[in-house]
């Protein structure tokens, strides 16, 4: 089903033309200009804004990690930083630092480039876990501590860092606590050959990203907020969300299960993803959808499932295929 379906049933529609999914689809649209043939990647980055959620973009070098990003802050018309991580790289740096001013006899806050809509982290977890440290209580709290003081962020308010793979040169590892804080992971992974191809003729020239104007603004982008709050989940599919986090939890081929913050990540980006199909309500192929990219991060497999090279990837899609679905009521 499209971004763009709209379901007219009463009760279960969205608004029409200016509302969920023509926003939406605006932004979509936008985005794969500059990421071609990436459809379900664009998708789960949205569904990641509309839940109020972080995003993770994991890949090796060169496949449009930064493009994704950037591209998806250029849609949005609102305040966007980015942030290039460096081993050298301070907390003060991200969080900002106060001045003192010996002619005033005060000291002034200069905020750093984490106070804004949406902040683009470049290469993450080349920074030290120190310096990483310093995102934690934005991303959970929406608010920065400095000096004593608390400053609260303004909504909407999303971090999309990407990272290279930790097997890299030059990369520390993400601590648990910071991966658990991302509401999703994804991979961008090599285009077609035919959207190879298409890529030769569109940024060999120059970067579309110079043409891709915003499409929405923060005030549309909190009113969808607004809405994918009202998204209805039913207690049997409550009850499966619980049920698939639980699983990994016992799971021999894992040695870290997934959190109760990771079940609120599940339920919350079933919500949007719903919403982005045009429904009012959550079913149960949402979670499943889902499951993979929102839980996979904060996994830590056995030594044994090491030895096996299984991944959590694929401990996640056995414990989907597992679970019996809810019934209906």
Do not use: W
Request: charged residues 25%; proline residues 8%.
């Amino acid at each position: 089903m499209s971004l763009g379906t709209r379901h007219n049933t009463q009760g279960e529609g969205l608004p029409e033309d200016g509302g969920v999914i023509a926003v939406a689809d605006r932004i979509r649209r936008a985005v794969e200009t500059v990421i071609e043939g990436k459809p379900e990647v664009v998708r789960i980055a949205l569904t990641v804004l509309l839940a109020e959620g972080h995003l993770l973009i994991e890949d090796i070098p060169g496949v449009g990690k930064t493009m994704l990003a950037k591209s998806l802050g250029r849609a949005v018309d609102c305040s966007v930083q980015r942030i290039q991580f460096t081993p050298d790289l301070l907390p003060a740096d991200i969080t900002g630092v106060s001045v003192y001013h010996q002619d005033r006899g005060e000291f002034e806050f200069n905020p750093g480039p984490v106070f804004a809509n949406i902040v683009l982290g470049d290469e993450i977890n080349r920074a030290s876990p120190k310096t990483q440290s310093a995102l934690l209580e934005c991303m959970e709290e929406m608010q920065v501590s400095v000096d004593g003081e608390t400053r609260p962020l303004e909504r909407p308010f999303m971090v999309v860092a990407t990272q290279n793979p930790s097997d890299m040169e030059g990369t520390y590892p993400l601590p648990e606590a910071q991966r658990d804080r991302f509401m999703a992971r994804i991979s961008v992974g090599y285009p077609t050959a035919q959207a190879e191809l298409d890529m030769i003729d569109t940024h060999s020239a120059r970067s579309p990203l110079a043409d891709l104007a915003p499409v929405a603004t923060a005030a549309d982008v909190r009113a969808m907020v607004e809405h994918v709050h009202t998204v209805h989940v039913a207690p049997g599919v409550r009850r499966y969300a619980v049920d698939l986090v639980g699983a990994t939890r016992t799971s021999p081929a894992l040695r870290l299960g997934a959190s109760p913050r990771a079940t609120l990540h599940l339920v919350r980006a079933a919500r949007a993803y719903a919403a982005l199909e045009g429904r009012s309500y959550v079913v149960p192929d949402d979670l499943q959808a889902l499951a993979v990219p929102v839980l996979a991060h904060r996994l830590l497999p056995s030594p044994e499932a090491r030895m096996e090279r299984r991944t959590p990837e694929q401990v996640v899609s056995e414990v989907v295929a597992r679970l019996p679905i809810p019934s209906p009521r």
